[in-house]
């Protein structure tokens, strides 16, 4: 489980952070990349807060973690992005301990969800990927403008991102449901989100100076994790033996360390660097046109589907 040489080499050179007494907070943090970004934040000192919808695999994962860093920092909290009411509780739970976030990262999502909801009557995969990490996102992010100190928001994309259009009339794919199709709508409304977040001072009238809260957007390149190669078996068993063309997890993992690291300009995304950005070590991305378009429209929508399940849950 310990760092490959070659991620240590490159942390050394090129993600160089003393992260001693800070706070990372990783959703979906048991399992494929998550796991290893929790892994590689321990190893560079920092404690990790695992938020996750099954506590007993992350209590698990966090024993591993333990194993070859017994002396890390770790707690785990429970979450389900599909569930308002875990979002609020997690939230709350945050507050309550008081827990000084220096860098919160939407890792957690769900792919090839075909005729699930969630709990508030989304389907699952826009529900969570979107509408969950927006939601969680906006209660966070109020409680970051509270610190007197720095903090960094991390949002998980994907390279497929920049190949859908967002359809408010059909939205959640209800007319035609394809899983490709949803995944990277899901990603593509995140990454617009991320935008608007990193550019909030021209957005919003309330907002007044320069906010103490940057935000990112990360994507893993073509990697083979847990809910890909649950959907795609065949593709998983291809990566094995085709290793070159895809992204390690660990290799992955190491593009919020590389924000932490290196101080570049909120809004930026960072992703591997060989052959069109799918595979290789993180580096700075060029962002899509997409990523930049309808952003204030998309917010306000999301935010009206937030109030419409709020209103009926109270």
Do not use: W
């Not at 309330?206 to 940057?214: A, I, L, P, Q, W």
């Not at 995304?269 to 580096?283: A, I, M």
């Amino acid at each position: 489980m310990s760092l490959k040489k070659s991620t240590i080499k490159f942390i050394e050179k090129k993600c160089k952070v003393n992260l001693n007494g800070k706070t990372v907070v990783i959703t979906g943090a048991n399992s494929g990349i998550g796991f290893k970004t929790a892994e590689t934040f321990v190893y560079c000192g920092s404690s990790v807060v695992m938020a996750c919808r099954n506590c007993e695999k992350a209590e698990e994962a966090k024993k591993k973690l333990l194993t070859d860093y017994p002396n890390a920092q770790i707690i785990v909290l429970q979450l389900d992005l599909a569930d308002f009411a875990s979002i609020e509780n997690f939230v709350n739970e945050i507050k309550k301990r008081k827990i000084d976030i220096d860098c919160f990262i939407n890792n957690a999502g769900v792919f090839h969800q075909p005729n699930q909801k969630t709990k508030d009557g989304f389907e699952l995969v826009m529900g969570t990927n979107f509408i969950g990490t927006f939601y969680l996102t906006e209660l966070v992010y109020s409680y970051l403008l509270r610190f007197n100190h720095s903090a960094t928001l991390i949002n998980t994309l994907s390279l497929v991102y920049k190949f859908p259009k967002l359809d408010y009339a059909d939205f959640y794919s209800q007319k035609k449901y394809k899983n490709f199709s949803v995944y990277s709508k899901s990603k593509l409304a995140l990454a617009k989100y991320t935008h608007y977040l990193a550019n909030l001072q021209g957005y919003s009238a309330d907002f007044r100076g320069v906010s103490n809260v940057k935000v990112y957007g990360v994507h893993p390149g073509i990697s083979i994790t847990p809910i890909a190669n649950k959907a795609y078996p065949r593709l998983g068993k291809l990566a094995k033996g085709l290793r070159f063309l895809f992204n390690s997890t660990e290799k992955s993992s190491l593009a919020p360390l590389f924000i932490m690291a290196n101080n570049l300009p909120s809004g930026s995304v960072v992703g591997p660097k060989c052959l069109f950005s799918t595979r290789g070590f993180p580096r700075l991305n060029r962002i899509s046109k997409k990523m930049k378009q309808g952003c204030v429209e998309l917010v306000e929508f999301a935010r009206k589907e937030i109030e419409k399940v709020n209103k009926a849950r109270f």
